[in-house]
């Protein structure tokens, strides 16, 4: 067995994710590992792990989709949202960009615990890019080794993405596919790089509010100077949760946009999916004026511009990322209501 290998292995008996540079957002409140009870293996070492810089490759031009993004930061907060089109539905992404394209500036489309199967990141991105949305593409490291992310890479390139979201992804001991062998070759931290040197805006995910807490806004300003460009949150609690996390990033060192998530819920698949998500902590009262509403669907509207409207407030926020989950069927509807919110944020202006 070859160092590297041997390596590898002592890698796969202590994370089971094959992590390097942990913790990653699967963090449990408790400090245990989202695949099984035992603690988290970063737990106890000193963290975070130092980021060597990436090499300095060519750099490509911007894509078109990209540059209007560095627009829009230039002028105002940034507004994103999620995507609900139907997995291995091709007519929903038409249909869905319909309703979302005037009314936000980019779409995040990754992978729920509930949708593993679906449509390649790269012609999701064609798709999605083709209906005319900018498209905002999550590509995680559990289900393609390095040779094929780097093709991913280059076919949303060639695809005119907006940008990549590089995540180390969920186990797949969860979710609805634990039948298929975790890959992990890669992950987060060392997919950035590869995306800058494909010429892609890169954005990374944090996790504020999962053990080590005090470790999250170092792991920022690491993925920053791995090639990171843009920090998406996990929901992290109240405003003024989301301004610690904040200045916790700049005391760090980093100076990437960080744009929290904002939880829209407006049926009771919808948060039962936002339960599932580990380490995500609604601002206080947000369940209860969801559940005790008469009509959960416009409270969830109402809740989600009025939280969002005051992250927007905060220094340092340089947009939010609206997105959550509906139940199955409603995913038209559910659209129309993030278009909703993202236009009284300010999106597609």
Known sequence: MTAGLRGRARSLLACP????????GGVNPDGSCEVHADPCVFLDRPLPVPVEDPANAPRLPPTAAAGEIGEILARRPLIMTGFPARPLTAED?????????????AALSG????SRTQFPPSYRGHLMTAAGVRAWI?????DRNRVALEGELA???DAGVAGVHCVTGDHTDTGDRPDAAPVFDLESTTLLPRAQEAGLVASFAESPCAPPRESRGVRVAHKQRAGG?????????GVEDVAAFVEACRRAGATVPVLPGVPAIVDEDGAALLASFHAASLPPGYAQRLRGARDMRAEGVRLAIEYGSALLE????AGV????GARRGDEIAYAGSLATIARELGGGS
């Open 17 to 24: 994710k094959s992590m390097t540079y942990g913790p990653c």
């Open 93 to 105: 992404i038409s249909r869905v960009a319909d309703v979302l394209a005037p009314n936000t500036d």
């Open 111 to 114: 992978d729920a615990a509930t």
């Open 138 to 142: 999550g590509v995680n490291t559990r």
């Open 155 to 157: 076919a949303l390139r």
């Open 229 to 237: 460009r843009m920090c998406l949150t996990q929901y992290c609690g």
């Open 314 to 317: 905060v220094p340092g926020v």
């Open 321 to 324: 990322v609206v997105a959550g």
